[in-house]
């Protein structure tokens, strides 16, 4: 049963403009969120997080948002750049037990 | 600062044998998650060692076990190996069990197991 879904299996953006990637949980009981960003041949690299107590949380050109009541979490990349393009996993977790619950992943694809 | 490492890179083996993978986390943390990724699809979180007990593990069978050594470094044994069991294995690791403040998890690169 996947509790955390990205639904975009790939995206494509030009350099400079905005890319918005989304994920769709399940699971109300999630309370802390993150998104990784993965290239070919190297483990997963935490990108940015959110608590469920905040809707935004913003960190250079990377920045979360939160809709509970749509149970729904995007993450903004402006501007893009060619260097972004990876596979970007979205996760979340509950304050028990401490398991991170993965999307499928969203291969983003910024071309120059 | 180092990061996790996993051993070996590549792992060949043939159905019905014995893998055992292994990981050191980052310096001064104490729990360990293991996580697989098979093609096309997500982290499936398999088993997660804090302080050298195991704290949780996903949905998988038993002949996917482990351990934790007092110096935090864990190692991964899948037993009786399947060809479904070909895909990437992810260690990763982070400060302490969940707090409820929030918690990183920093994932290592990956060992990729081959059954035949």
């Known amino acids: 049963d996947q509790q955390v879904k990205q639904n975009s299996p790939s995206l494509s953006v030009q350099e400079g403009r905005i890319s918005i990637l989304n994920c769709d949980y399940t699971?109300?009981?999630?309370?802390?969120f993150l998104w990784y960003k993965k290239y070919p041949a190297e483990g997963p690299t935490f990108l940015i997080s959110i608590s469920s107590i905040k809707d935004k949380n913003e960190d250079g050109r990377f920045t979360v948002f939160l809709n509970k009541s749509a149970k729904h979490l995007s993450l903004h990349i402006v501007p893009s750049q060619p260097g972004d393009s990876a596979v970007y996993f979205c996760a979340a977790s509950k304050n028990t037990g401490n398991q991170f619950y993965f999307g499928t992943g969203t291969s983003l694809t910024v071309i120059p | 600062e180092a990061g996790v490492t996993q051993s070996p890179t590549h792992l060949i083996k043939t159905r019905g044998q014995q893998a055992t993978l292994r990981c050191s986390p980052i310096s001064g943390h104490t729990s360990v998650y293991w996580y697989q990724q098979a093609l096309g699809l997500g982290l499936q979180f398999l088993l997660w060692?804090?302080?050298?007990?195991?704290?949780n593990r996903g949905n998988f069978p038993p002949r996917f076990s482990g351990r934790q050594f007092p110096n935090y470094s864990s190692e991964l044994n899948v037993n009786a190996l399947e060809l479904e069991d070909s895909a990437l294995y992810l260690c990763?690791?982070?400060?302490?069990?969940?707090?409820?403040?929030?918690?990183?998890?920093?994932f290592g690169p990956g060992t990729r197991l081959t059954v035949l």
């Open positions: 990763a690791s982070s400060l302490a069990h969940f707090s409820g403040v929030g918690d990183t998890q920093y």
């Open positions: 699971n109300s009981m999630f309370d802390y």
């Open positions: 060692y804090d302080e050298g007990e195991e704290r």
